[in-house]
C-alpha cells in the first residue's frame, strides 16, 4: 500500500485519463478535454516536485533526482504538443477527443520508463509508451501516408519490443534477476550471454531514440503522422527512452561499460554522421526534421557513451536545449499554413521573410542554433558534449562530431536560405497560430538569451545526476 | 573610470538599437528612413564611446585594461572583458568602419532594410567581442557569431552568385573553426581555465603546443585568409553588398590576424617558433601569387580582394618574425589595410552605384567627369601599395624590416610583392580613371555627393595621417608589444 504513494503522479494521470476518457464519451468539447488534460498534466508537474525520493515495489521503480528532472521535462513536452493540438485539429483532420487521452496515457508509460528500476517496469513503460503511439501516428484516418505512418511504425515498433525482450530474458538468465541493481551485484563480466542480452536491448532501445541503424522508421513516421503527433514524436519519447537507456547501462551495468561502450560509440558516429548527410537530399521540412533529430540523438550519445558524471552531465543539458529547440521548430511548422491547407516543403518557405519577417528572423536564429552556431543555445549543448568526450579521451567521437555539425549545417543553412534568399510567395496565415505563439515567441526567446544566464540549465543537469553515478 | 563597465557598454549598445528597431513596425520609405537614421546614431554614438577609450587609455600600462570580471558559465570559464595595446585600435577601427558602412549603404539597400541594419549592428556587436574578450569561450562565441549576421548580408543584400558565395563563406570558415572548438576545449580540460591572463603565463608542453597550434592555425588560416585556403574571400567580396565588402576586409580579417598575435604566438611560442619557416613560405606564395592573380582580374572586386590576401600575407610575416617591431608592422598593416581597402571598397561601391557593373572594361577617364572621386581614389590606390607618406607603407616597411633581419630570402620575395602590388593598382587606378571618355554610358557620371564625401575624408585624413606621423600610433602599440615579445622570449628560454 505504502508503494502507491510513490507512484502517485502516474496514478493521477492515469485516473484523469479514464475519468475523461469516459466524459468524452458525453461531453463532445474537444477542447475543454483538452484543456483539462492540460491543467492535470501541470498539476502532475506539481506532484513530482513534491514527491519524496523513494523506491517503491521492491526497488523497481525509483523516485530520485534523476527520475524528477527527466519526468518535468517529458511533461513540459507532452503539454507542448497538447497545446499544438488545439491550433491544428480541425484543419488537420484530427479532431478526436482521444488524442489529449492518448498523450496523457503515453507520458504515463514515459514516466514509467525512467522510474524503472527492473527489467520488467522498463518493458510495461516501453510498451504503455509505444502502444499509445501507434495509435497516435495512424490518427488522421482518411490520410494515407497517416495510416502508413502507423502500421510501419507499429510493425517496425513490435520487432524492436520483440528484440527487446528476447535481450531481457537473456539477461535474466545469465544473471538471475531483473532489478537493475541486483543485475550489477550478480554480474560474471565473462558471461557472454549476458553480452548478448545487453546488444538486443540496446538495440530495442536504439529504435526507441531513432539512433542509426534502426533508424528507418523515423522519416516516413515523422512525415506521416499529423504534424502535433511528429512533435510528440520529437520532444517526448526520445527523452525517455535516453534516461532509461541510462538508467539500463549505468545501474546494472557499469562495471562492464567496456563492453557497451563501444556499442553506444558505433551508434553514434553512425547517427551523426548519415543524418548529416541524408538530411541534405530532403525536400520534405518533417523528414527533414527527422534526419535531424537522429543527428542530435547521435550527439547526446555521446554523452552516454563518456560513461562520466560529465558525459551524463552534458547529455541532461543536451535534452533539454534539444527540447526547447524542437518545441520551437514544430510549432513553426504548424503555424505555416495558408487557405485551411498545411505546407511541409522546404521549397513552401520560399521568401517567407518578406511577409513574416520576425517569425523568420526568430525561425533563422533556431537553425543556426540546431547547426550549433554560437553564441545561441545550440552551442551550448554541443560544447558541453564535447567538453565530456574530450574529458574521457574520446577525442575521435568529438572529432567526427563537428565534422557531422559542420556538414549539417549546410542543410540548415539551406533552409535560411530559402527563406531570405529566394522570391517570395503568397503569404501564410495569422489569425490561428495565437496559442502556437504561445510555445513558439518563448521558447526561441530562450534559445537566443540562454548565453547570458546558462547557469540553470547546468545546475538542474547537475542536480538530476546525482542520484545515477 | 574604472567602474564604468565601458567595454560592456560598447559590445552591447548596438544590441539595445537592434531592440528599438524592432519596435518600428511599418514597412515604407519613411520608416526605413527613420531605421537608416536610428542605426547610423547608435553605431556613431558607439563610435564616440570608444574615442573615450583612447584618452583614458594608460599608454605606459603594458596590461590590460578596463577590465570586467563576471562569472559566467561556471568556474574557468567567465565573461572576462579588457584591452590592450594591441587590441585597443582595432576596437576603434571597427565602431568607425561601421557608421561608415551604414552611411554607404543609405542609396543601395532598397529592400529589406530593417534586416539589414539589424544584421550590421549584430555583426558590430560580435566584432568588438572578439577583439575584447579575454576568454576563450567567449571569444569563439562572439567569433563565430559573426558569421550568422554575415551570412544573411552576403546573401540577401549580395550579387548575383550571392547564395554560393555565402554558403562558400559560412562553410569554409566553420570548418576551419570547429578544430579551434576542440582546442579550447582541451585547453579547458588540461588547464581548468579558459582565461586568457591566466593562460598566457601557462607552459604547455611541446607536444600540446604543436596539436593546439595546428587546431588554432586552421581556423585562423581560413579566415585571414592564407594561400591555399583564400578562395572565399573573393567570391564572398564579390558577391556583398559594398558596406558587407568593406567590414569583410576592414575588419572581420583582422580578428585572424589578432588572433595569431594574441594565442598562436601568446600560448604556444615553441610551436610557433617551429613553424615559422612554414608561414613565411606560405605567406610568400600569397604575396607573389595573389598579386599575380591580381594583375587578371576583370572585375574591381575581385582585384582588391586578391590584393587583400596579399597584404595580409605581410602581416603573417610580421607576426611570425617574433620582433617587436615585426609584430608591431603587423598591426599597423591591419589597422592601415583595413582603413585603405574599405575605403578601396567604398569608391567601387561609388561607381558601381552610378552604373551597376564592376567589370574594369567598362569604365575609363572618369577623371574628367568625377575629379574629386579620382582624388580620393588616388590617395587609397597609392597607400595600397604602400607609397611612403601614406599608412600603407610604414607597416609594410616594419614588416620588411624585421623579416630581413631573420631571413634575407624571405625578405627578398616579400619585397617583389610590393613591386606586384603597385603594378596592379596603379594599372587598376589607369584603366577606370585615364584615359579619354569615350564610353557612351559614363558621360551621365555625377562626381561625389556630400554624403559620400562625408564617407571619404575621415579615410583619408586618417591614411595620410598615420602614414606622416606614426608616432601617436606606435606609442599605443608598443608597450603590449613588448610585453608579449618579452614573455615569448622567456617562455622560449
Not at chain 1, 431 to 442: D, E, H, Q, T, V
Not at chain 2, 142 to 150: A, K, Q, S, T, Y
Not at chain 2, 239 to 244: D, F, I, L, S, Y
Not at chain 2, 262 to 278: K, T
Request: hydrophobic share 55%.
Amino acid at each position: 500500500m505504502q508503494s502507491l504513494v510513490y507512484i502517485l503522479p502516474e496514478l493521477f494521470l492515469f485516473i484523469v485519463a479514464t475519468v475523461l476518457l469516459v466524459t468524452g464519451l458525453f461531453l463532445k468539447n474537444i477542447k475543454l478535454i483538452n484543456l483539462l488534460a492540460i491543467f492535470s498534466l501541470l498539476v502532475t508537474v506539481i506532484l513530482i516536485l513534491n514527491q519524496p525520493f523513494q523506491s517503491a515495489f521492491l526497488n523497481s521503480f525509483i523516485v530520485d533526482e534523476f527520475s524528477l528532472v527527466l519526468k518535468v521535462i517529458i511533461l513540459i513536452g507532452s503539454i507542448a504538443s497538447l497545446i499544438m493540438f488545439v491550433s491544428s485539429k480541425d484543419d488537420l483532420n484530427i479532431n478526436i477527443y482521444e488524442f489529449p487521452i492518448l498523450i496523457i496515457f503515453s507520458t504515463i508509460g514515459m514516466m514509467v520508463m525512467v522510474s524503472a528500476n527492473d527489467l520488467l517496469a522498463m518493458f510495461i513503460g516501453l510498451e504503455l509508451q509505444s502502444l499509445s503511439l501507434y495509435v497516435l501516428a495512424a490518427l488522421n484516418r482518411n490520410s494515407l501516408l497517416s495510416s502508413e505512418a502507423g502500421i510501419k511504425y507499429f510493425i517496425l515498433g513490435a520487432l524492436s519490443s520483440g528484440l527487446l525482450l528476447f535481450g531481457i530474458s537473456y539477461i535474466y538468465g545469465f544473471s538471475g534477476n531483473t532489478n537493475f541493481n541486483l543485475i550489477a551485484v550478480n554480474i560474471n563480466p565473462e558471461s557472454l550471454g549476458l553480452i548478448i542480452g545487453i546488444v538486443f536491448v540496446l538495440a530495442g532501445l536504439a529504435f526507441k531514440v531513432s539512433a542509426v541503424p534502426f533508424h528507418m522508421w523515423t522519416p516516413d513516421v515523422y512525415q506521416g503522422a499529423p504534424t502535433p503527433i511528429t512533435g510528440f514524436f520529437a520532444l517526448a519519447p526520445k527523452i525517455a527512452a535516453m534516461g532509461l537507456l541510462v538508467r539500463f547501462l549505468f545501474n546494472s551495468f557499469g562495471e562492464i561499460y567496456i563492453d557497451w561502450q563501444q556499442i553506444i560509440f558505433f551508434i553514434s558516429i553512425a547517427s551523426m554522421m548519415l543524418a548529416a548527410f541524408a538530411a541534405i537530399a530532403q525536400t520534405n521540412l518533417k523528414r527533414l526534421m527527422a534526419y535531424s533529430s537522429i543527428g542530435h540523438i547521435g550527439y547526446a550519445l555521446i554523452g552516454v557513451a563518456c560513461f562520466t558524471d560529465e558525459g551524463l552531465r552534458s547529455l541532461l543539458i543536451y535534452l533539454m536545449i534539444y527540447l526547447i529547440m524542437n518545441i520551437a521548430v514544430f510549432a513553426f511548422l504548424l503555424s505555416l499554413k495558408r487557405n485551411d491547407g498545411y505546407f511541409e516543403n522546404i521549397s513552401d518557405l520560399s521568401g517567407m521573410h518578406k511577409n513574416h519577417p520576425l517569425r523568420t528572423m526568430l525561425i533563422a536564429l533556431i537553425m543556426f542554433s540546431l547547426a550549433g552556431i554560437p553564441p545561441l543555445a545550440g552551442f551550448f549543448g554541443k560544447f558541453y558534449i564535447f567538453v565530456a568526450a574530450i574529458e574521457s579521451e574520446m577525442l575521435f567521437l568529438a572529432i567526427i562530431g563537428v565534422v557531422a555539425s559542420v556538414i549539417s549545417a549546410f542543410y540548415y543553412l539551406r533552409i535560411v536560405k530559402i527563406m531570405y534568399f529566394d522570391e517570395p510567395k503568397e503569404e501564410f496565415d495569422g489569425s490561428s497560430i495565437k496559442s502556437l505563439n504561445l510555445l513558439y515567441y518563448p521558447s526561441s526567446i530562450l534559445i537566443i538569451i540562454f548565453f547570458i544566464y546558462p547557469s540553470p540549465v547546468i545546475n538542474i543537469s547537475e542536480y538530476a545526476i546525482q542520484s545515477i553515478i | 573610470m574604472s567602474e564604468i563597465p565601458i567595454l560592456s557598454i560598447l559590445i552591447f549598445i548596438p544590441v539595445v538599437g537592434i531592440f528599438f528597431m524592432l519596435l518600428i513596425r511599418n514597412n515604407d520609405d519613411q520608416s526605413s528612413q527613420n531605421l537608416k537614421h536610428t542605426a547610423l546614431w547608435i553605431a556613431f554614438l558607439n563610435f564616440i564611446i570608444s574615442l573615450s577609450l583612447l584618452f583614458s587609455f594608460d599608454l605606459n600600462n603594458p596590461d590590460f585594461q578596463f577590465v570586467e570580471k563576471y562569472a559566467w558559465i561556471e568556474s574557468g570559464i567567465s565573461y572576462h572583458l579588457g584591452i590592450d595595446g594591441v587590441s585597443i585600435l582595432f576596437v576603434i577601427l571597427t565602431t568607425m568602419l561601421v557608421p561608415i558602412c551604414i552611411l554607404a549603404s543609405y542609396e543601395s539597400i532598397k529592400f529589406s532594410v530593417k534586416e539589414y541594419l539589424i544584421s550590421f549592428l549584430a555583426l558590430e556587436t560580435f566584432m568588438i567581442g572578439v577583439f575584447c574578450s579575454l576568454d576563450l569561450v567567449l571569444f569563439y562565441l562572439f567569433f563565430e557569431g559573426g558569421l550568422i549576421p554575415m551570412f544573411l548580408i552576403i546573401g540577401i543584400w549580395g550579387g548575383e552568385r550571392r547564395v554560393y558565395s555565402t554558403f562558400k563563406f559560412f562553410l569554409y570558415t566553420l570548418a576551419g573553426s570547429v578544430f579551434m572548438l576542440l582546442a579550447i576545449i582541451y585547453i579547458f580540460i588540461s588547464t581548468g581555465t579558459t582565461d586568457v591572463e591566466t593562460l598566457l603565463m601557462y607552459n604547455f608542453t611541446t607536444n600540446e603546443q604543436l596539436i593546439l597550434w595546428i587546431a588554432f592555425f586552421t581556423s585562423f588560416m581560413v579566415k585571414i585568409p592564407m594561400w591555399p585556403f583564400h578562395t572565399w574571400l573573393p567570391d564572398a567580396h564579390v558577391e556583398a553588398p559594398t558596406a558587407g565588402s568593406v567590414i569583410l576586409a576592414g575588419v572581420l580579417l583582422k580578428m585572424a590576424g589578432y588572433g595569431f598575435i594574441r594565442f598562436s604566438i601568446g600560448f604556444f611560442p615553441d610551436a610557433s617558433e617551429f613553424f615559422a619557416p612554414f608561414i613565411f613560405s606560405l605567406s610568400v606564395i600569397a604575396i607573389i601569387v595573389t598579386s599575380l592573380i591580381a594583375l587578371v582580374q576583370e572585375d574591381m572586386k575581385k582585384l582588391i580582394a586578391y590584393s587583400s590576401v596579399a597584404h595580409m600575407g605581410f602581416v603573417t610575416l610580421g607576426i611570425f618574425t617574433f620582433t617587436v617591431q615585426g609584430i608591431e608592422g603587423g598591426i599597423i598593416q591591419m589597422i592601415s589595410h583595413g582603413i585603405v581597402s574599405a575605403a578601396l571598397f567604398l569608391c567601387v561601391g561609388v561607381v558601381y552605384d552610378r552604373l551597376h557593373t564592376r567589370e574594369i572594361a567598362r569604365y575609363g577617364g572618369l577623371v574628367s567627369k568625377m575629379p574629386f572621386y579620382s582624388f580620393s581614389f588616388m590617395i587609397f590606390i597609392l597607400a595600397s601599395l604602400g607609397l611612403p607618406g601614406t599608412s600603407g607603407f610604414v607597416g609594410e616597411f616594419l614588416v620588411l624590416l624585421s623579416i630581413f633581419s631573420i631571413n634575407t630570402y624571405f625578405a627578398i620575395f616579400a619585397t617583389t610583392g610590393v613591386v606586384l602590388a603597385a603594378t596592379y593598382s596603379l594599372w587598376l587606378y589607369r584603366r577606370i580613371i585615364f584615359g579619354a571618355l569615350i564610353k557612351d554610358d559614363l558621360s551621365e557620371m555625377f562626381d561625389l555627393t556630400r554624403r559620400e564625401i562625408i564617407i571619404f575624408l575621415p579615410l583619408i585624413i586618417l591614411t595620410i595621417s598615420i602614414g606622416l606621423y606614426p608616432k601617436p600610433i606606435i606609442n599605443i602599440i608598443e608597450p603590449s608589444t613588448e610585453k608579449i615579445v618579452n614573455q615569448i622570449k622567456m617562455k622560449l628560454d
